[in-house]
């Protein structure tokens, strides 16, 4: 019975993960695919530049009503 209100709970908290802790920043996923394949330990140094646009907010909803065009 414990093991089955423990794949309940994980099954609930998979389907609400966007919910109970979001990520809010703008380039959450951005992957950058010169680095993507390197071994463990690579470094890389990059430049930083200020963004001067303002970045646009999203929510789940937004995005999932988006994604269908």
Do not use: C, H, W
């Not at 071994?39 to 789940?60: E, H, I």
């Amino acid at each position: 019975m414990f093991g089955l209100v423990v794949i309940g709970l994980s099954a609930i908290m998979a389907i609400f993960a966007y919910f109970i802790a979001p990520d809010s920043s703008p380039y959450a996923n951005r992957i950058i695919l010169e680095i993507g394949g390197e071994k463990p330990g690579y470094k890389q140094t990059f430049l930083k530049v200020k963004n001067t646009r303002a970045a646009r907010t999203t929510s789940f909803f937004s995005i999932q009503l988006s994604s269908g065009d």
